[in-house]
């Protein structure tokens, strides 16, 4: 067995193709049905590099690779494994060990599985990664009523841009759409709720509605650090939920939420708010060990 560096897209993206995804982290990075994958592999080699592990007859067994999004920070695309081998513990933890070394210590790499989909418990562990949060994707399929503090929640205006602008760029940072971006897109099937009191901005909420697949979408919602649990946010949800029934033709609400908090998910479960899917975040950081 030996690790290189591969260069060749073509070898690569077809290794990809073929490969057993079942302990992939950030599977869903790929372009949906690998269109346009070319592209990414071009990215990967380029910057941090894709390596592969080889057997004796220079097949590949195992790749690995990953996502810059910001300055020694990246996103870990991998373990691909040889559909003819069972992978090992220690060959993932020599093939990421490649990868981790060719950065400074203080680089982090982050992990993203499926939960229930994918296997990756051991091979977090051989590595030493930690847990970061979990992505819930949550759906709701009926309207679940008006709610008690409808009053302080009204649609945007222009006067609430600076208040809005601030708090979304505090809260989101990485891969999504601006505030410009938000207010310009605003019409009957984007929405954006604004929850006042006291003159204050204590949380918003951008909906989306897609009425030609019956389904609607909580893109963005947060409530105010100074704020917090106080039922905002599920206020904001609620109203949404509530609009998105009652005036559109659609069939079901989805949102994603990041926590540690497993009681937070189960207030969700509650108020009729079902897991679609979970993603399980891990974190390495050589310097940390």
Same mark, same amino acid.
């Given at each position: ?7 060749? =897209?073509?070898?690569?993206? /077809? ?10 982290? =950030? ?31 220079? /097949? ?23 559909? $003819?081998?069972?992978? $090992? ?18 680089? $982090? ?7 229930? *989909? ?10 030493? !990664? ?6 819930? =994707?949550?759906?709701? $399929?009926?309207?679940?009523? *008006?709610?008690?503090?409808?009053? @302080? ?54 909906? /989306?509605?897609?009425? @030609? ?6 893109? =963005? ?15 904001? %949800? ?20 990041? !926590?540690?908090?497993?009681? %937070?998910? *189960? ?23």
């Amino acid at each position: 067995m030996k690790t290189i560096k591969l260069n060749d =897209y073509d070898q690569i993206e /077809q290794f990809i193709i073929n490969a057993d995804y079942r302990s992939a982290s =950030y599977l869903y990075k790929l372009p949906p049905a690998h269109k346009d994958i070319t592209t990414n592999i071009k990215q990967l080699i380029e910057d941090p590099g894709v390596y592969a592990q080889m057997d004796d007859q220079d /097949q590949i067994i195992m790749l690995i690779s990953a996502f810059q999004y910001e300055q020694n920070k990246y996103k870990v695309l991998g373990p691909f494994v040889n559909k $003819s081998v069972t992978p $090992s513990v220690s060959a993932f933890q020599n093939l990421f060990e490649t990868l981790a070394q060719s950065k400074s210590e203080s680089t $982090s790499f982050n992990f993203s599985f499926e939960e229930t *989909e994918q296997n990756y418990l051991d091979f977090m562990k051989t590595i030493q !990664s930690s847990y970061s949060f979990t992505d819930y =994707y949550l759906v709701a $399929s009926q309207d679940i009523g *008006e709610i008690e503090h409808a009053q @302080n929640i009204t649609e945007y205006q222009p006067a609430y841009y600076r208040l809005f602008s601030k708090l979304h760029e505090h809260t989101f940072k990485h891969d999504v759409m601006t505030a410009d971006e938000i207010v310009e897109s605003l019409d009957e099937h984007h929405r954006l709720f604004m929850f006042m009191s006291e003159g204050l901005l204590k949380g918003y909420l951008y909906l /989306q509605i897609f009425e @030609n697949s019956h389904k609607a979408e909580i893109k =963005y919602f947060s409530s105010h650090s100074d704020y917090r649990l106080k039922g905002i946010a599920f206020d904001l %949800l609620s109203h949404a939920i509530h609009i998105a029934f009652t005036n559109h033709d659609i069939e079901k609400v989805f949102f994603k939420i990041r !926590s540690k908090n497993t009681t %937070l998910v *189960e207030r969700f479960n509650e108020l009729g708010f079902n897991i679609n899917y979970e993603y399980k975040k891990f974190k390495y950081v050589a310097a940390h060990i």
